[in-house]
């Protein structure tokens, strides 16, 4: 039986929060769902690097990986 392979798209959120940290999600293109994974930052190499650890765990999946990047209120 072949694992069946999902898209999952790593949401970035810049601008939004008082305490200026960078909001990490994961949304579900085909249900529709947002999952907040955590804030982090500000420093952008703090944020680039917990992108990176997700990125490299959802491609070991074999899974398609795709970006978005949200600047300002959502």
């Known amino acids: ?3 069946k392979q999902l898209e999952c ?7 939004h929060r008082h305490d200026l940290k ?5 949304y579900d ?3 529709g769902r947002y ?7 500000p420093r ?3 944020v680039d690097k917990m992108v990176a650890g ?5 491609e070991a999946e074999g899974h398609l990986l795709t970006f978005s990047d949200v600047r300002g209120p959502r």
């Open 54 to 58: 997700l990125a490299a765990r959802i």
């Open 1 to 3: 039986m072949s694992k």
């Open 44 to 46: 952008v190499r703090d």
């Open 29 to 31: 293109p085909i249900s």
């Open 9 to 15: 798209r790593i949401v970035t959120t810049h601008g």
């Open 35 to 41: 999952e907040p994974l955590g804030a982090h930052g």
């Open 22 to 26: 960078t909001e990490v999600g994961m």
